[in-house]
C-alpha cells in the first residue's frame, strides 16, 4: 500500500471514531430543535425539517437560568481562585521544601484521591453546618479549596522545572515567594491551565453536592436548575426539553473550548493528562 | 485540608447570605422529581396555597432530586442537625427510615389528634396500609403511590396475529406472547423490563418475586430479607430467562428512560412501568392503540407499591412537629391529592365515601 493510500485510511477510521464519539452530542442537538408530538422520531438522528426553538422558550421560561448561571459562575470561579492558591503553594512546599514527615504527609494527601465523594457527604456537610454555611453557595464551595489531585499535578510540574533557574534567582538575591512568582508560577502555567480546566469542568457539572447542600432555587446552580424542572421519575421525561436545557447548560463551557482549543489541548500534552 | 478549608470557610463566613427572619413557624418539605413536567412549580403552588391558608405556618417546598437523591439529601441533612420537618419519600425507604430511627412515628399523632391509628388507616386503600406501617405503627402517610403495571402496543399484538384486548396473564403466557411479537430483522423486542440500578431493577425485581409466591423481605419483620429464598431466585431466573434463553427483551441494562422512548417509538410490544407514567404514556402513545393491563402473575397475581408518601423526621422543635402535622394533614385533604393524582395519573390513596 502507498504510504498515501494509508494515510487516507487512518484519516477515514479516524473520523469515523469521532462521528461514533459525537453521536450523543448530535442527537441532543437535533432533539433540541424537534418539534414536539413527533414521538417516532425521539431517538432518530434524522433532524426534522422544521425546526423550532419552543423547547428553548420553554426551558428559559420553566427556569430562572440567569440566577442559575451567575450561581455556576460565582461557584465554579470561586472554587478556583482560592484553589490556583492553595495547589500551588502546596504543591511548592511538597516539590521543594524538605521537612520532616513530607513523604507521609504527601502519601496521607494521596489517600484522599481515593476516597469517593459520595463517603464524604455527611462529614463535608457537618463542617460546613457548623461553619454556619449550610444553604450558601460559600458552603457548595468550601470542599473543594484545596484539591488533592491538584496538589499532585503541580507538585510534579514544579518538579519537572530545573533547580538551576531558582538557585539563580536566589544568587540575585530572591526570596522564596518571588522564586514561587516570579520563575515558578510563569513557568507552570501549562499546568495550572490544565488543572483550571479540570477543576472548571468538574464543578460546572456536579449534581449531588449542590443538591444537598443548597435548599432555595435562588442558589441553585444550573445541573439542580435544569433537574428540577426536566427530570421524570419513572419513565417519562420532556426530551426535547431536556435537550435544550442540557445545550443551555453546557453553552458556555461549549463556546470557551472552541475559542481556546489549541490552548487547552498543549496544557494537556504538557501536563499528560487526558 | 480540614484545616485549609475551615479557614476558607471562616473567610466566607461574611459572604453568607442571611434569609430574612420570619415570625411564622419555618418548616422545611422535601419533595422529589415528578413522573412529567414542571413539579416544582405545581408543588410551589400547592405550598403557596397553604401558606396563604395557614399565617403561623411558612412552609419551604424543597427539590430534592430523584427518589433516591432525596433519600441522600434529607438523611444527610437530618444526619448533621439540620432534618426536613416534613419529606415525599419513595414506599420502598419507609421500613428503612422507621428501622434507623430518622422518622417520627404518626401513630401518637394520630392518637392526639383523636384517631385510632389502625382505625384512621382504613379511609386508604388496604394495599397501602402495610407500607405505610412498621410493625404495626403509622409511620408514613400514602400520597401518590403506584404499582407496576404493563404497557402494550395493540397495533403490535394485531400484527403478530395475538388478541389485542386479550394481554398474557401467566408468565407461560407472557413468553408466548412476547416470542411472537419478537422480530429481530424489524428490531422488535416482545417486552422490556427496565433494569437500571436505583430506579426500576429492585422494585421490578420484588414485583416478580411476589408474583413468584414469595416475598422481598418480611412484611411483619421488616429488616429480614429474602434475596436467596427460592421465590426471589425463580424470579430472577425468570428475569434473565426473558433474555438470555428466550431472546424477546434486549440484554443488558435497559433504563426506564430508554424503554419507554423504544416503547413509544412502536419497537416494543410490552413494558412493565409504573402506573405513574401512565399520563406520559398515553400522551405521547398517539400514532398506536395502547393497551394497559395487570403484570402476568406465576404462582399468584400481586405487585409490590411504590411511588411516594409523606414522613415526618425526628429531630424538629415541638412546633415545627405541630406544624408539621398540619401540614400532612392538610396535603392529605381529597382535594390535594387529586390535584396530584390528576396531574401525575397516580392512584389516590385514599377511599372517599
Redesign the interface.
Known sequence: MMPHDRRRLVALALSSFVLLWSTPFLWMLIAAFRPS?D?????SLWPAFEPTIKHFASALA?GDFGQWYLNTLLVVSGILL?QLV?VSLAGYAFARLSFRGRGTLFAL?LV?LLLLP?VL??PN?????N??????L??M???Y??S?FGVFLMRQVFRSIPRELEEAALMDGASWWQVLWHVLLPLARPGLVAFSIVSIVFHWNE??WP??VV???QRYTLT?GL???A?????????GMIAAGTLLVIAPLFIAFVLCQRHIVNSFMFSGLK | ??I???M???V??A???V?PAQAATNI?FMF??????????QMQKIVDQFNRHHPGIHV?A??????G?TL??ST??A????PPAVALESANFISDLAINGMIQPLSPLLKQAGHKPRQYMQNYWAALRPNAMVRGTVYALPFQN?TPVLYYNKALFKAAGLDAENPPQTWPQWVKDAKRLTDTKAGHWGLII?SSNG?YLAWLLQSLSMANGGQFYNTVFPGEVYLDQPSVIGAMRFWRDLTQRYAVMPKGVTT??A????F???KVGMIV??T??L???RS????FPLGVAFVPGNVRRAVPI?GGSLVMFKGISADAKKAAWTFMQWMEKPAQLARISQRRHRERPRLMS
Open positions: 408530538g414521538n417516532v422520531a425521539i431517538a420553566a482560592v492553595t494527601f484522599q459520595p457527604l455527611v456537610l457537618q463542617t460546613i453546618v461553619a454556619g454555611l449550610y444553604g450558601s460559600a458552603g464551595m468550601a470542599p479549596f484545596a488533592a449534581f449531588l443538591l444537598v435548599n432555595s432555587p439542580v433537574a428540577s424542572f427530570t421524570g421519575a419513572e419513565g417519562g421525561n420532556e426530551w | 485540608m480540614t485549609l478549608y475551615r476558607g470557610a471562616a466566607l463566613m459572604a453568607v447570605l434569609l422545611q422529589p422529581a415528578a413522573v412529567q413536567g414542571n413539579l416544582a412549580a419551604d424543597v427539590f430534592s432530586g430523584g427518589y437523591q441522600t439529601k444527610s441533612a444526619r448533621v442537625g439540620k403506584s427496565p430506579s426506564a428512560k424503554g419507554t422512548a423504544e413509544l417509538s412502536g412501568l409504573s405513574g407514567a399520563g406520559y404514556i405521547h402513545a398517539s400514532h411504590g
